[in-house]
């Protein structure tokens, strides 16, 4: 589900910014970005997210910059003058005069290492805060834009019961020149007075029933129905997305058994608002 929060805090000597955002997507595939110091913490940090972000394309982004001079590199003194012994001693037996010797020792791996740097559980804990700070700005925004998804799914199931419930005159209409029609072709091969009225009913009633859209059309009510229900609750994308292709299953089977271009209106806007209500089925929790 779309979602963005951020935080600044300063911790100790260091300046912090934490971004949390997310797109729709039908699982949770996060992504987090965090200094190497905390690195340990990752797994903690993924599970409490995991738990809370549910479902979306989510990244987390920390990082800092420092207020003060920090020394990232730490100069190996023993090893500096041993190696300096060793150099200054080669060059007097050899005869060269004079050297760069501090620009030679400076390559000579593990003379620089870096500073180890251990992780600071008072710092941690302030940091893990900022990070709920901007999750909790986060889940605002998502309720936000939720509140949104809900009044439009509820004006598109709307739009959908509004169609369906025009069915009904179409219906009708089909009905009786289904009835007309056989029955100008019957005349037209049998005599009127030889056509037996019983048989004619029975045949009739037999062809309309192939046609008859009595179960979708009660089904499809219920399934908007359930849906709109479906909306005041929580964490129930997957299955507003299940509900979603029962709804889309009924419209199919009314438009094939339509065999009239007034129904088939009809279920081209029904068709296009369930199409619009699943591109944001993916954005609900």
Same mark, same amino acid.
Request: aromatic fraction near 8%; hydrophobic fraction near 35%.
């Given at each position: 589900?779309?979602?963005?929060?951020?935080?600044?805090?300063?911790?100790g000597?260091?300046?912090?910014?934490?971004?949390?955002?997310?797109?729709?997507?039908?699982?949770?595939?996060?992504?987090?970005?965090?200094?190497g110091?905390?690195?340990?913490?990752?797994?903690?940090?993924?599970? %409490?997210?995991?738990?809370?972000?549910?479902r979306?394309?989510?990244?987390l982004?920390?990082?800092?910059e420092s207020?003060?001079?920090e020394?990232?590199v730490?100069i190996?003194?023993?090893?500096?003058?041993?190696?300096y012994?060793?150099?200054?001693?080669?060059?007097e037996?050899?005869?060269?005069?004079g050297?760069?010797?501090?620009?030679?020792?400076?390559?000579?791996?593990d003379?620089l290492?870096?500073?180890?740097t251990?992780?600071?559980?008072?710092? %941690?804990?302030?940091?893990?805060?900022?990070?709920?700070?901007?999750?909790h700005?986060?889940?605002t925004?998502?309720?936000?834009?939720?509140?949104?998804?809900?009044?439009?799914?509820?004006?598109?199931?709307?739009?959908?019961?509004?169609?369906?419930?025009?069915?009904?005159?179409?219906?009708k209409?089909?009905?009786?020149?289904?009835?007309e029609?056989?029955r100008?072709?019957?005349?037209?091969?049998?005599?009127?007075?030889k056509i037996?009225p019983?048989r004619f009913?029975?045949?009739?009633?037999?062809?309309?029933e192939?046609?008859?859209?009595?179960?979708?059309?009660?089904?499809?009510?219920?399934n908007?129905?359930?849906?709109?229900?479906?909306l005041?609750?929580?964490?129930q994308?997957?299955?507003?997305?299940?509900?979603?292709?029962?709804?889309?299953?009924?419209?199919?089977?009314?438009?094939?058994?339509?065999?009239?271009?007034?129904?088939?209106?009809?279920?081209?806007v029904?068709?296009?608002?369930?199409?619009?209500?699943k591109?944001?089925i993916?954005?609900?929790?």
């Open positions: 589900m779309t979602g963005f929060g951020k935080a600044d805090g300063t911790i000597n260091k300046k912090f910014t934490v971004e949390l955002r997310s797109l729709n997507s039908k699982q949770l595939d996060l992504n987090i970005r965090i200094p110091t905390y690195r340990e913490k990752e797994l903690e940090l993924r599970s %409490w997210l995991s738990d809370n972000i549910q979306g394309k989510a990244d982004l920390v990082y800092y207020l003060e001079a020394k990232r730490a190996n003194k023993p090893l500096m003058m041993a190696y012994a060793d150099l200054k001693s080669f060059s037996e050899a005869g060269v005069s050297g760069d010797y501090l620009n030679a020792l400076m390559r000579i791996p003379v290492k870096p500073e180890s251990e992780l600071d559980e008072e710092e %941690w804990a302030a940091l893990f805060s900022l990070i709920k700070e901007a999750f700005r986060f889940d925004y998502r309720q936000l834009e939720g509140e949104k998804l809900t009044k439009e799914f509820h004006q598109r199931i709307a739009l959908i019961e509004e169609n369906r419930l025009a069915l009904q005159e179409p219906i209409v089909r009905n009786q020149r289904v009835r029609k056989l100008n072709n019957l005349e037209e091969l049998i005599p009127i007075d037996d019983n009913e029975q045949e009739l009633i037999y062809y309309l192939r046609l008859d859209i009595s179960e979708e059309y009660q089904r499809l009510e219920t908007c129905s359930h849906f709109s229900d479906e005041t609750g929580a964490s994308g997957k299955k507003l997305g299940f509900i979603s292709q029962e709804i889309g299953r009924e419209i199919n089977t009314i438009g094939s058994k339509a065999n009239d271009a007034d129904m088939q209106r009809l279920v081209v029904m068709k296009d608002e369930l199409e619009k209500i591109e944001q993916n954005n609900v929790l």
